[in-house]
Nanobody, 131 residues
Framework: QVQLVESGGGLVQAGGSLRLSCATS????????MGWFRQAPGKERQFVSA????????YYEDSVKGRFTISRDNAKNTVYLQMNSLKPEDTAVYYC????????????????????????WGQGTQVTVAS
C-alpha cells in the first residue's frame, strides 16, 4: 500500500507563489510516475501536471504552462509542484497521485494525464488564491 501526504497549500494573493509537496511511503517511489490534479468546488477533478519516474519528462495542462513546475526527489520520496503567478482560478483542492501498475512496462520517460491511470491518491491540500 502506498500512502501519499500533500502539504504546502494555503491562502495567497493573486500573483503569489506556493510550493506543494507530496511525501510518499514505500520503497519503490522511484518506479512511480506521479501526477498532480485539482478539484474546484462543483467541478470535476482536473489534470494539472505529470512527471515520469526518472523526472526527465514532464507535462502540463495548458492553463498552468509557464507558471507551474513539477519536480521530484527520488531520494526523499517526494514530488513537488511549484506554483507561481497564481490566479484566482487556480483555487482548488490539489491532489497528488501515484501509478503503481505495470511498473516493469513503464519506460523512464512515460507520464500519465488522466485520473484513471493512477492507483493511489493523497488526501488533498487546499489552495486558495485571493483576487
Amino acid at each position: 500500500q502506498v500512502q501519499l501526504v500533500e502539504s504546502g497549500g494555503g491562502l495567497v494573493q493573486a500573483g503569489g507563489s506556493l510550493r506543494l509537496s507530496c511525501a510518499t511511503s514505500g520503497r519503490t517511489f522511484a518506479s512511480y510516475p506521479m501526477g498532480w490534479f485539482r478539484q474546484a468546488p462543483g467541478k470535476e477533478r482536473q489534470f494539472v501536471s505529470a512527471i515520469s519516474k526518472s523526472g526527465g519528462s514532464t507535462y502540463y495542462e495548458d492553463s498552468v504552462k509557464g507558471r507551474f513546475t513539477i519536480s521530484r526527489d527520488n531520494a526523499k520520496n517526494t514530488v513537488y509542484l511549484q506554483m507561481n503567478s497564481l490566479k484566482p482560478e487556480d483555487t482548488a483542492v490539489y491532489y497528488c497521485a501515484a501509478r503503481d501498475r505495470g511498473l516493469l512496462m513503464v519506460r523512464s520517460s512515460d507520464y500519465y494525464t488522466t485520473s484513471r491511470e493512477y492507483d493511489y491518491w493523497g488526501q488533498g491540500t487546499q489552495v486558495t488564491v485571493a483576487s
